[in-house]
């Protein structure tokens, strides 16, 4: 565990010089849900103090059905949120709001589909099932670029409840889902491995997890935007290979219903599937944006109907402080790669 934190520290002072318990400058963080291993990368830089090596004392504001974080963050109550995909920001932009994403936790939008084993052999085979049983924001966004990109039918979509007994009972049927959640509970409540689609790996380019702040605070505390933008890297990359037992039982505390298994399947899911640290970050480091990807994204979803065309989506993100490469010695330590 000491290497583990050394090398975050070290990392961080490459960028900032090491600040004493009484200049830490509070700021608070909320998430997009209740505590989850999905937000480990922020547990673990509070929990092993990565975030007060560069300078912030970082209290996470946890969400959840009642809470509504990003109110909070626009109202100036929080310094960071936890966005969603890059679709919240564009439209943030076509509605003035002068809030930017300044970092991807995620490279990855975690979004799938499942079916049962073997029941299709392609992405584009899922189309020929009876059923597609996607939620109103899921029908709204991604299941317009499937019907768009692969031929997908309206007419097919039922609504998600958040149950998983109807894709269970129902062989001809796909559901939507996390990859860190619905597959978890359909193996403990179904009995089987469902079979996984990562929209991500068919074409749906967004950034997730998004670090998002208000113009203001880029504009007058940018060496804060870099210190959280950096340390949530840091945070992630020894959450992820690193000893990560204060941020599981950091989590917990947060989220007394959250089990041990449940954590480990997250964590594992993350790891495969290269939600957090694959390409781009490769070589720029967790976090990272570029502008290629963003422009795709909003063309395919300009193309499906899902949003206009004309929205000056450079407003709505900056690569000015996610691309530092600041977990890149961390992972290397790490994993030997």
Partial sequence: MAKTFLTATAALALLSSAATAQELTAVSFGTNWVAQAEHGGYYQAVADGTYAACGLDVTIVPGGPQANNRALLMAGRLEFNMGGNMLLAFNAVKEGIPLVVVAASFQKEPQVLMTHPGRVSSFEEMKDLDTMIIGDNGFQSYYQWMITEFGFEEAKR????????????????????????????????????????????QGFST??????????????????????????????????????????????????????????????????????????????????????????????????GVIEDGIDIASSYTTEFSNSGAALAVVKELTGK
């Avoid at 149950?163 to 179904?190: C, H, K, L, M, W």
């Avoid at 009995?191 to 990562?198: K, M, R, T």
């Avoid at 947060?254 to 070589?283: C, H, R, W």
């Fill in 207 to 304: 950034y997730a997890t998004t670090i998002e702040t208000m113009q203001a605070t880029i504009d007058e505390h940018p060496e804060v935007v870099q210190c959280f933008v950096d340390g949530t890297a840091i945070g992630w990359a020894n959450f992820l290979y690193g000893d990560n037992t204060a941020a599981v039982e950091a989590i917990k505390a947060d989220n007394p219903d959250m089990s041990d298994d449940q954590i480990a399947f997250s964590i594992d899911k993350l790891k495969e599937y290269g939600i957090v640290d694959s390409g781009d970050t490769l070589e720029m480091g967790i976090g990272a944006m570029t502008d290629a990807r963003n422009q795709d994204f909003y063309a395919k979803m300009v193309e499906a």
């Fill in 158 to 201: 039922v609504p998600y409840t958040f149950n998983p007994a109807r894709f269970i009972a129902d062989e001809n049927s796909a559901q939507q889902g996390y990859i860190t959640s619905e597959p978890y509970a359909v193996e403990t409540e179904g009995g089987f491995v469902p079979d996984i689609w990562l929209l991500a790996d």
